[in-house]
């Protein structure tokens, strides 16, 4: 049996994270119909120190899913205080730990915390990517 944990993630949490997005980003990449849209290797170099900077922001959230202590997925949410908007700007999971219930969990948690703070959820997805589109319509 699977152990599922979840946690709001922190600084001692960038290395995880940023092997994450950066899996992430090469999946983006790949599966786009506009690869030259998404980062080139360069954005690497620079991302690990703009991950402390956004875990380190007040206004935003990242949540973190482990199974059995192994890095499983995230959700990146930020408050938008202009757009008076509780904005979750990136999902993701590991394909071996798909069909965990790991993605609706992270999205209930950034979900009822955009409803804590009292501000409209709005999902950020890429056109190209009709599953993800079908995913947070359901």
């Known amino acids: 049996m699977n ?73 990146f949410a930020r408050l938008c205080k202009g757009c008076y908007a509780f904005v979750i700007e990136e999902l993701y999971v590991r394909s071996q730990f798909n069909k965990l219930g790991i993605g609706g969990r992270l999205l209930d948690f950034a979900i009822s915390h955009g409803k804590r703070l009292d501000y409209d959820i709005k999902v950020e997805v890429f056109d190209w990517n009709q599953s993800a589109k079908d995913y947070y319509l359901k």
Do not use: C, M
């Open 3 to 75: 152990d599922i944990t979840f946690k709001q993630a922190d600084v001692k949490d960038t290395e995880n994270l940023y092997a994450l997005s950066v899996e992430f980003e090469h999946y983006n990449k790949e599966n786009s119909t506009r690869p030259h849209e998404h980062s080139p290797d360069e954005w690497q170099i620079s991302f690990a120190e703009d991950l402390k900077n956004i875990l380190k922001d007040e206004d935003s959230y990242i949540y973190l899913a482990l199974v059995d202590d192994v890095p499983a997925g995230y959700i």
